[in-house]
């Protein structure tokens, strides 16, 4: 079965950083991509950053652009988000997902991770 496990979360203020981490089993990223997605209450889950597995090609959202940085680790079979000068408005759970390819839209994904919290104080 297709396992995904996060960490990293966590509380920080405002201007903190995080890193959240993304743990496959098996083949769940190659040949795909991963995604990192975000959703608050009442609101869409939405579209943060991905990754092509094989050649690293990467996606950001428009409001993480040069602050999330996602890359993996393919030893690892790890994939990463890290995240700089975060802002209150970061706040959310913030979920991975395996898809076939890279795509903002989270229908595209097939596998998602169990979400980790994160939090943003002023």
């Known amino acids: 079965q297709v396992q995904m496990v996060e960490s990293g979360g966590g509380l920080v203020q405002a201007g903190g950083s995080l890193r959240l981490s993304c743990v496959g089993s098996g083949r769940t990223f190659s040949g795909g991509a991963m995604g990192w997605f975000r959703q608050v209450p009442g609101k869409e889950r939405e579209f943060v950053a991905g990754?092509?597995?094989?050649?690293?090609?990467?996606e950001h959202a428009d409001s993480v652009k040069g602050r999330f940085i996602c890359s993996r680790d393919i030893l690892k079979n790890t994939g990463y988000l890290q995240m700089n000068t975060l802002r209150p408005e970061d706040t959310a759970v913030y979920f991975c997902a395996s898809g076939r390819q890279l795509s903002r839209d989270p229908a595209n994904y097939d596998y998602w991770g169990q979400g980790t919290q994160v939090t943003v104080s002023p």
């Open positions: 990754i092509a597995w094989t050649f690293g090609v990467t």
